[in-house]
């Protein structure tokens, strides 16, 4: 595989608090050669959500995950499930796709949630789900403005109301520390990520459809109208194709993915339970998921059992050296806004990838100059509800069929590619810089 990072990027999740909530699934290694109707490379919540879909079609799906089940950012993640998916901001949404683009654009981050909601319900999958939608808490009187002002735009491209606390009812609301402010938009949920990820496969699973880990895919090729992929055990030779590796990606399986995608790592760490007197202490007893107004932003929430989940953006490289430097640097970020906790035990600490697109929006679609290849990959930080549905969209497309469900001009247009090609990681560190200066 052709890789971006350093191997310690893409390796084992060491220190991830979901492993620990959940029983390892086993999904045989191939070991022999295949057909099938429809594979699938890569088996995180689009690969998963594709394969629950097509199986109840009727169609014969195979998965293939190159590691182990939930190894990837659908096991690493934040488990937000939230509004999100794009970086692009809304004017630029507006300027590229017009009102009505916009419209439809809001219209599917709904629907994701909405597709998340319906999985779970419709397959009893217990994820531990709580909070009522998303809080975002302002860093800077200016960010509090700017919520302010934001209302008004909500309420027209969602259709609900939010909720703005200010900065003096926070304590009120369970929500204190060094704040201005906070808004809450009361569309989405969180959840345990491998909770969720394990009900899909084994929903998609009791459909119909086959799974394998273990199990690389080296090489893709076409001839006579079907495609092949080979792996160290054996071949798969399918009438369509859909990669679903997103931030996980080989540039060259295909090699039309060279350059079109561009990981960037995210940190997690999560605290032993908290009590009582400690959540009062701090002025945090809030169950709501949350982030700030930052660039680089951070992302945070009280766990069920009380322990608590800090997330913010990763390091630049994935050596020992950066890796240290990044749980100094998430272990700082937090102590400054949770100072009541400076001294609780940091129980879990992992990192993982989040997949951006040069164009800023997620894509989903054929594949050009490859037919009957499908990707769908992009979603820049929010895959629990925009890869969950992603997955939904392929899994119609591939059969010629019109999706159930919103799909957006924003995420028809095939993927460019980022300038600088293998280099393209040395665009986050003046990203990263002025992002910063932003933050202030």
């Known amino acids: 595989m052709k890789r971006l990072y350093e191997a310690a990027a893409y390796g084992p999740q060491k220190g991830c608090f979901w492993a620990d909530t959940v029983q390892p699934a086993h999904w045989p290694t191939l070991d022999r050669d295949i057909q099938t109707d429809v594979a699938i490379i890569g088996g995180g919540f689009t690969g998963l959500s594709a394969a629950l879909h097509l199986a109840q079609d009727n169609v014969r799906v195979t998965v293939i995950e190159a590691e182990t089940p939930g190894w990837g950012a659908s096991g690493r993640n934040g488990g937000f499930c939230c509004l999100g998916g794009a970086k692009a901001p809304r004017r630029l949404l507006q300027k590229r796709f017009g009102t ?48 302010r002002a934001s209302m008004d735009e909500i309420r027209t491209d969602f259709g609900v109301t939010p909720h703005l606390t200010e900065a003096s009812d926070l304590p009120h609301e369970g929500l204190s520390g060094p704040f201005h402010g906070a808004l809450t938009i ?113 992302y945070f929430r009280k766990l069920p059992d009380n322990r608590f989940l ?68 992009g979603y820049h930080g929010n895959g629990v509800a925009m890869g969950s549905h992603t997955g939904r969209l392929l899994a119609a497309i591939v059969q010629g069929k019109t999706p159930d469900a919103p799909y957006p001009q924003a995420m028809r247009q095939p993927a460019t590619r980022f300038p600088l090609g293998r280099f393209r990681r040395a665009l986050l560190a003046p990203a990263y810089a002025a992002a910063s200066l932003l933050d202030r």
């Open 310 to 377: 800090f997330g913010m953006r990763g390091g630049l490289r994935a050596t020992p050296r950066a890796e240290t430097a990044i749980r100094r640097k998430i272990r700082a970020d937090f102590h400054a806004m949770f100072p009541a906790w400076k001294d609780v035990e940091i129980t879990h600490d992992w990192s993982g990838l989040v997949c951006l697109m040069a164009n800023l929006t997620p894509f989903a679609g054929p594949v050009p100059e490859l037919p009957g290849v499908f990707a769908g990959l």
């Open 186 to 298: 009361p569309l989405g949920f969180a959840l345990n990520p491998r909770k969720y990820h394990g009900g899909l496969a084994q929903a998609a699973q009791t459909a119909g459809a086959t799974l394998h880990a273990r199990t690389p895919v080296t090489r893709l090729t076409q001839q006579d109208g079907k495609t092949r992929l080979t792996t160290p055990g054996g071949t798969v030779t399918a009438d369509r194709v859909i990669l679903a590796t997103n931030g996980y990606s080989s540039e060259d399986v295909p090699d039309w993915l060279r350059a079109r995608y561009l990981p960037v790592q995210s940190s997690v760490i999560v605290t032993r339970p908290l009590t009582l007197p400690e959540q009062l202490a701090q002025g945090w007893t809030s169950a709501q998921m949350a982030y700030d107004t930052r660039t680089l932003l951070h």
């Open 100 to 147: 009505d683009g916009l419209a439809e654009w809001c219209a599917t981050e709904k629907a994701a949630i909405d597709t998340v909601a319906t999985l779970l319900d419709a397959h009893g999958i217990d994820a531990d789900t709580h909070s009522d939608g998303e809080t975002i808490v302002a860093h800077t009187p200016s960010a509090m403005a700017n919520l």
